[in-house]
Each structure stands twice: as structure tokens, then as C-alpha cells.
């Protein structure tokens, strides 16, 4: 069957990481199914492009592929950079957390079926690559090992054959937050079901913003959130965060109709 893949470039990309909704309607009126990439990760990316983008388009995906690899997964377990390539299959137990996380805000914070799969490096070990098949079929997850920097299209032919069978298994698409909430309820609500965050900590100036938008009839748009890619907290050194953390929210703002979103 034919496939489309569309993806978020420039001026765009920074906004909320997804491709124009234009460009996705057209995708989806040419093939039969259709790959969008949404950003990274599922705390950034995923969130912005199901609360935001799928919820103005009025779009209901049928998979999400959670794509992860054994670096960055030790990497999140404590391992040094320089390190990531040698076997550890210890770092790789306390990485792995942080794919559950992601996990589970595709699956139960949004009720999509999803898929996990990891790209391979040449020094992936077949004991690491079990130890991660055997922990994700323990939470009943599919997963797919994609070698087509390799191996071409041939690599991942075992990807789209999954996709495309949990295409057609049922789910319950729901989003995080409503817009009928108040802009710090929905702040909230990202923070501690996407993030996992105790709690989020408001400064006197982001208060005061809030208060002006909500004056101002605002109240009711989606909130559009800005932080580091690199740990679900806000602190990038944070990899693991294993001790509960709370989000500090410096500022916010209205922002322009969003053209990228047409």
C-alpha cells in the first residue's frame, strides 16, 4: 500500500515540531497510511502534536512509534557519553525507566496503542537487545528492531508490518488536559501526568501573564510549552529523575495565530 511520510521543517519546526495540518490532510486523501514525525519525544513532541495539532485538525492516530536507542537509554541510566557505546546492561535496567515513562503517557495518559522501535547501532549487543525485548514483552509492548541505515527499506520491513497490524486494533484517543480548563490547570496537567512532576512552581511574573491572557479571553486556547529535550524535568542534568522534582514556570505569553497550524 502507499505510505507518505511528512515531517516539520524551519520556521515550523519551531513552534510546536509538527508539519502543517494542510500537509497531513493531503497525505492522508493520497495513501493509505500516513508517517508524520511529531517533535521529540513524548513529554515534547507527541504532546504538542496530540493536544495541540491533532486537536485543532480534529485527527485521531492509530499508532505511535516511540523510537529509542541503546545509547540513549544508558545514556539516561548514567553513563557517560564516551561510554554509551560498551555493554551495560546495569544502565541499561535504570535507563530504561525513561522509555516506560514515554510509554506511558502514549498509552494511558493518551490511549494510543503503541510500538517501541529501536534503532540498532553496529555495537548493540544481541545480550542488550534481548535483556530490552524481554522487559518490554513483560508490559505486553511490541517491539522492532530497525536496521534500515543498513540494510535499506529491507530493515525496516519488520516495522511496517507491525505498524500497519496494530493499526487495526481498537483505542481510546484522549488528550491530556481540555480547554475548558484554566491555562494553569492545563500547565499542570502536562506537568504532572506527561512529565511527572509533584508539582509546578509559578513565578510572580508568569502569574501576572496568566491573569492578563485569561482578562484578555484566552483562556480557552491549548498552552504550548518550552523545555529541555534532554530530561523529563526541567534540569538537563537531571537524566534519571528518580526523586520527585517540581517545574518552574518563568514566563508565559500569547501567542500569534500559529499559520504553521493551517
Not at 491549548?222 to 520527585?244: F, G, H, M, R, W
Amino acid at each position: 500500500r502507499d505510505r507518505l511520510r511528512s515531517r516539520g521543517l524551519g520556521d515550523v519546526y519551531k513552534r510546536q515540531g509538527c508539519n502543517s495540518i494542510i500537509a497531513t490532510k493531503m497525505a492522508l486523501k493520497l495513501a493509505d497510511y500516513v508517517v508524520t514525525e511529531a517533535g521529540f519525544g513524548a513529554d515534547l513532541g507527541a504532546e504538542k502534536f496530540l493536544d495541540i495539532k491533532c486537536r485543532k485538525a480534529e485527527l485521531k492516530p492509530d499508532v505511535v512509534v516511540c523510537v529509542a536507542t541503546m545509547k540513549a537509554l544508558k545514556y539516561h541510566g548514567g553513563v557517560a557519553k564516551e561510554e554509551v557505546q560498551n555493554e551495560n546492561i546495569v544502565a541499561l535496567e535504570r535507563g530504561i525507566n525513561n522509555l516506560f515513562k514515554h510509554i506511558d503517557n502514549l498509552q494511558n495518559v493518551y490511549g494510543l496503542n503503541v510500538i517501541v522501535a529501536i534503532n540498532k547501532y553496529t555495537y548493540d549487543t544481541e545480550k542488550e537487545i534481548n535483556y530490552l525485548k524481554e522487559k518490554l514483552q513483560e508490559k505486553g509492548i511490541e517491539l522492532s528492531l530497525v536496521e534500515s541505515w543498513e540494510k535499506g527499506g529491507e530493515g525496516a520491513t519488520d516495522l511496517a508490518e507491525k505498524v500497519v497490524k496494530l493499526a487495526e486494533k481498537e483505542h481510546k484517543f484522549k488528550y491530556a488536559y481540555e480547554l475548558n480548563e484554566s491555562i494553569k490547570n492545563k500547565i499542570e496537567d502536562v506537568a504532572k501526568k506527561i512529565y511527572g512532576a509533584e508539582s509546578v512552581e509559578f513565578s510572580e511574573e508568569a502569574e501576572k501573564e496568566i491573569e492578563k491572557i485569561e482578562k484578555l479571553g484566552y483562556g480557552n486556547m491549548p498552552v504550548c510549552i518550552a523545555k529541555t529535550q534532554y530530561s523529563l524535568s526541567d534540569d538537563q542534568k537531571n537524566l534519571e529523575c528518580n526523586e520527585p522534582f517540581s517545574i518552574c514556570l518563568l514566563y508565559t505569553s500569547p501567542s500569534p495565530r500559529d499559520r504553521s497550524l493551517s
